[in-house]
């Protein structure tokens, strides 16, 4: 796999997002006025990221700001060390809290500090854990924006959060969209079943977010699932910033 | 009537004054039998348009390891619309009824009716 | 799943119903047909008697209706061999309900061990879910 291309037709958040959603492991070279910035993909996390001396996150802060410049994506190229440990959504969270364009929409309104970003995500982690606690065959569960970026997310199976949540972000658009054109009203939720698995989507309101949760088809009930959905998206909700 | 058409007609009876539409379509969206007694609720353009969704259920149900898609309920302020895989696939059925039917009633007649409506597909 | 969890103990609640009254299954379902909880032998089929007891509780509200009568409390689905399906329909914080249980047998009481059921069911609602 690779890829070749300017910033002006593909910005460094979206490159980020789709090989990290794309679980690759990569070398993305960034050329920008003169400067070379390196990052390093493994299986769907950014791992490290170089920048001259600098090293480590403050590098991707830095170089989301490049609008302009040449990129280059190669495929299989394995990272000489690790210098970030933060998921690539939180990477992405915290670049476009530090943009002065936000370029990805989080928050309703920004929080003022890093730590404050961190605790809202704690937060909504909690309430998800407590759901958890109240669904009957529990699996997983995701707060996620509909542009496919994860706030929070919960799991006791081996479920990957951040693909499930960029999938399920997918269907939730495409159903959207097929309900809007046909005229048949708002959409409340979208429930999958599958060989194993019941898979749930509610809005919360205003639409911007979803809340998705997966149960175990065994042990899981339809009406449990929409019931305690319905429940924690109140709370949820009343959990984001005004 | 083709029994195909047959076992629609029997199936909306028994969804009575819920029923809105019902369509037996195929992958490629386009309706094979059934239809709609609603004029605002184009049943061809659901039938492609929830062919759409099914494909992306399946796969995305796929990517997660959940296993192949039975069904997908779409639940909105004025309708259920369920969409249910028949067979091996190559054929879904979809049906949209009012928010005043009981939705785990018509979950369990899909169930039933299934086979009945593979088997009646001409091929 | 957490062992305080209102989901839980409700599934408990329902288990120890059906243990105390001999009965095979029972089902706590919205007014959709959708199980909330549930409790039941091998080979009984939570799902489809949600479904159909919302189907009947749909029903018994037009027959009522119609019958000027007051809102229903319960509903009894018999067989010609004594086996009964009742259904008891009560609000919870809004949200319609439906507590369904088999009686293998026409002799067996019921009556206060649903009552009891209905009880603790708006407890637990209240305690964990209001």
Known sequence: MGMQGNLRDMAIADLIQHTCQDRKTAQLRVEHSGQQAILYFDKGNVVHASLGDQAGEEVIYAILRWEEGKFDLEGGVMPPERTIKQSWSGLLLEGARRLDETGISFFQSEPETYLEANEMAQKFEDILKELGGEVNGYLASTLTGMDGINLASHTKAKVDPEAVSAQMAMLIKLVHTSVEKLGAGEIEDNLTTTDNAYLLIRFLPGKQYYLGIAADRKNGNLGNMRLISKMYVDRLAKAMPR | ?123 | MNQISGSNQLKNLLAQMNAEGGFPISVLTDSQGLTIAWSASDGMDPERQSAAVAYMQKAALQVGKQLGMASTDEISFVDTNGQHLVCRLFDVDNHCLILAVMIPDRDRSYRRATNHAVHQIHKIWNQFWK
Do not use: C, H
């Open chain 2, 1 to 123: 009537m083709n029994k195909l058409e047959q076992l629609i007609y029997q199936f909306r009876s028994e969804l009575g004054a819920d029923f809105i539409s019902t369509d037996v379509v195929g992958m490629d969206g386009l309706s094979i039998a059934g239809g709609s007694i609603d004029p605002s609720f184009n049943s061809t353009d659901a039938s492609a348009r929830f062919a759409m969704v099914m494909k992306l259920a399946d796969k995305v149900s796929e990517k997660v390891s959940l296993g192949k898609v039975d069904d997908n309920l779409v639940t909105t302020d004025k309708a259920y619309i369920i969409s249910r895989f028949l067979g091996n696939g190559s054929y879904y059925w979809g049906v949209a009824a009012s928010r005043n039917a009981t939705l785990g009633n018509i979950r369990m007649m899909m169930n039933e009716y299934a086979d009945q409506l593979w088997d009646a597909i001409p091929r």
